[in-house]
């Protein structure tokens, strides 16, 4: 019993996650968690997942840190080295494929999904999918991370093409805050990065911000608010 | 390999399918060849993909099909833009046919079997060169053949029959369509992993083509389907 309360503070860092991409009339917009996982412990409550590749292209990092932390590292050497040879910026294409070659390369070594979503003059806002295994699909919408298991449904309703960037960025937001009500290895902040022709967005949502869903209630500093604020009977038999 | 370096998993490599796409049919028919195949990408027992496209071109000739891993389809269609690419470069008039195509695959299957790192899909090539039609496959440890009707994954045990009962040489394009497309509704029904979401592709003497997705009706209003217990109180 004992043993289980500690928990193991020497496993592997696991961004359990929730991880989103959406595109948008104009762009794209990048949406995640901030809660890094080792076992049952939290190793890093206020985590960034969207990590720039490129000044047109993020990354949303989910599965082992350590794993999509160098698959990034190595894309974005590989990514600058491209661009000085291309004069212009990388298409999200290019950088995309560049994650799925590693990615299918060390398939066997390697436990990290990511999402790839930038803009770049030649195709505007796309977002790509790289599951484990390194398959690479091109979606209009793509989620990730342990927290995505609760969203499958959420998008099949709630997805439309052609959105605005507010109505995507209210998406995203929505979508991370329900997933991690669900789930245990999603939680603290939600950071979100809009991406389209005229730069690049990073945006911050405070845990305590958050809509609340079902079964939970409104934060308070103490019950002693509660009880202060005048009420007959805060406390029932 | 050094073994200083070498992780364990080095020396006995077989993976595991992450992406998956479910079963494969194709039939010889009048003018070519018929193969269809649904637009799904599980993820374990998760549905994850729904527009996963498993019917690709393969020069002037062939049509390929491919169910299992994804990621190991993707990379066979970077081989086999590399086989084409070098053929075309001899300039010397001649095409790689489906019979070639479908022998090289055989090869690179087989060879990765070998070595304990296999491309984890089931392949089917078809295709028509010179008047001759062709429909061959390949699994994932090399076996192959060819035949008039072929299926992969679910449809060897759900499609064949239908198939070996059904199928004759000279079916028209309607009627090919409607025998897979019969094939696909089972699949639909007793599949897990089937997706109501398909391509039907033709290849001929004259070119490629492959259908918009659609979906195929079902039928679930059966009186026996209302009220299955009455029976039985307790039984499904």
Redesign the interface.
């Known amino acids: 019993m004992d043993r289980d309360a500690t928990a193991d503070v020497n496993a592997p860092h696991s961004m359990g996650t929730t991880i989103i991409g959406v595109t948008y009339n104009g762009g794209v917009i990048l949406g995640a968690d901030s809660r890094t996982s080792t076992g049952l412990y939290v190793a890093n409550r206020a985590s960034d997942k969207i990590t720039q590749l490129t000044d047109n292209v993020y990354i949303c990092r989910s599965g082992s840190a350590a794993d999509s932390q160098i698959v990034s590292d190595y894309v974005r050497y590989f990514l600058h080295q491209h661009t000085i040879q291309l004069g212009q910026p990388a298409t999200v294409k290019v950088a995309a494929n560049l994650v799925r070659l590693l990615a299918y390369n060390n398939k066997n070594m390697l436990q990290t999904g990511i999402i790839v979503g930038g803009w770049d003059k030649y195709e505007g806002g796309k977002i790509y999918g790289i599951p484990l295994g390194g398959t690479i699909l091109e979606q209009p919408f793509a989620i990730g991370g342990s927290g995505s298991s609760y969203l499958y449904g959420f998008f099949d309703q709630a997805w439309k093409e052609g959105m605005t960037k507010e109505e995507a960025e209210q998406l995203v937001v929505k979508a991370v805050s329900l997933a991690i009500a669900r789930d245990g290895a999603s939680g603290g902040v939600v950071r979100t990065v809009t991406i389209n022709s005229e730069g690049v967005t990073r945006n911050f949502y405070p845990g305590d911000q958050l809509p609340l869903w079902h079964d939970e209630v409104e934060a308070h500093n103490s019950l002693l608010d509660i009880l202060n604020a005048s009420n007959p009977e805060p406390m029932s038999t | 390999m050094d073994t200083l370096l070498s992780?364990e998993?080095d020396s006995q490599?077989t993976?595991y399918?992450?992406?998956t796409g479910t079963s494969i049919i194709a039939i010889k028919y009048k003018d070519g060849i018929l193969m269809a195949a649904d637009m799904g990408?599980s993820?374990g027992s998760?549905i994850?993909?729904k527009?996963?496209e498993r019917l690709k071109q393969v020069g002037k000739h062939s049509l390929i099909g491919a169910s299992g891993?994804?990621?190991d389809f993707?990379?066979i269609l970077k081989y086999l833009d590399d086989l084409i690419l070098h053929d075309n470069m001899w300039d010397d008039g001649n095409s790689l046919g489906p019979k070639e195509v479908h022998n090289y695959l055989t090869r690179v299957m087989y060879n990765r079997r070998n070595k304990f790192d296999p491309l984890w899909n089931s392949l089917v090539i078809g295709g028509v060169k010179n008047g001759q039609k062709y429909l061959g496959s390949v699994s994932m440890i090399g076996v192959h053949y060819e035949d008039d009707h072929l299926a992969t994954g679910f449809g060897n045990h759900l499609a064949r029959p239908i198939l070996r009962e059904e199928w004759r040489e000279d079916l028209s394009f309607e009627e090919g369509v409607k025998l897979l497309e019969k094939c696909m509704r089972n699949l639909l029904y007793r599949d897990r992993s089937a997706v109501n979401k398909l391509q039907i592709a033709k290849i001929t003497e004259e070119g490629l083509t492959v259908s918009q997705p659609y979906s195929l009706k079902t039928f679930w209003n059966f009186a026996a389907f209302q009220n299955p217990t009455v029976g039985a109180a307790g039984s499904w």
């Open positions: 992780s998993g490599r993976q399918p992450y992406v990408g993820y998760t994850r993909y527009s996963v891993e994804i990621s993707q990379e």
